[in-house]
């Protein structure tokens, strides 16, 4: 059995998008996802499968999100040792003294194009730093993510490809669950 992490993008946010965790886990169970479980209200979701596809469970949880609650939600599912081995690549974890509470990850759909990725230079938004690591965007925010420029939408204008963010402690919490 694989475990499997799907994150869904702008969930319960300042009201919007509305989706209750108890009823997604019912409905995700019903469609024969095992052991369905969430980590908190912001669209964070653990379950595991014999299957090994990601791309079909990302249809799966996203058809069943328009379908049930009638939303469109975009969905990122990866396994979780996947994460785990974006974890293990943070470039800010041993750099630095980082503090934990002050870094984000960026998940990308799909491998940045290298000449769009070399295009954003990492000095004009200092004192924010990131790295582009294949799908992943490691993120140091000092001030918080509530008030840097790299957000979701500024990765996906620039290097156009669908992001969804998580602070770190979550992405930590979701590779132990």
Do not use: H
């Amino acid at each position: 059995m694989e475990t499997y992490v799907a994150l869904l993008r702008g969930v319960n946010v300042s009201g919007k998008n509305l989706i209750k965790m108890g009823e997604l886990v019912k409905v995700l169970s019903e469609a024969g996802l095992s052991n369905v479980r969430t980590y908190i209200q912001s669209g964070n979701i653990v379950f595991e499968s014999e299957t090994t596809e990601c791309e079909k469970y990302t249809k799966i949880i996203s058809g069943i999100i328009l379908g049930q609650f009638g939303l469109e939600v975009p969905v990122q599912v990866l396994k979780r040792s996947e994460l785990s081995d974006i974890c293990d690549k943070n470039p800010f974890i041993s750099d630095r003294g980082f503090s934990p509470d002050k870094l984000y990850l960026t998940l990308l759909n799909a491998f940045p194009d290298p000449d769009l990725t070399a295009g954003i230079n990492p000095e004009n938004y200092y004192p924010d730093e990131f790295q582009i690591l294949g799908k992943a965007v490691y993120l140091y925010c000092p001030s918080g993510y509530g008030n840097t420029k790299l957000t979701n939408t500024f990765f996906e204008k620039k290097i156009k490809v669908s992001a969804t963010t998580r602070n770190w402690a979550t992405v930590t919490k979701l590779v132990t669950m």
